[in-house]
């Protein structure tokens, strides 16, 4: 696998897992009503801010490269 494979598949990883987490971030904020840090926002600025909390996360960051580690070591 060549290098310009390898980030593009990790940008897709990362992408995958930031909306994952942003999309997570959204329901538990708004099941558990702990949005006191947010600003009041309607549905669609919610989503997105919690998307790209999701992406933009060093957390997300080390998941999305453990994830695409094990990815190029199986193939």
């Not at 909306?19 to 549905?43: A, E, T, V, W």
Request: hydrophobic share 50%; aromatic share 14%; with cysteine.
């Amino acid at each position: 696998m060549d290098m310009e494979t390898m980030i593009v598949k990790f940008i897709q990883i990362h992408f995958i897992v930031g909306s994952l987490r942003g999309f997570y971030r959204y329901l538990m904020i708004d099941k558990h009503q702990y949005n006191y840090y947010d600003p009041s926002m309607k549905l669609i600025g919610k989503l997105a801010h919690n998307l790209l909390y999701g992406i933009i996360s060093s957390t997300t960051f080390l998941i999305s490269v453990c994830l695409s580690v094990l990815a190029f070591l199986t193939l």
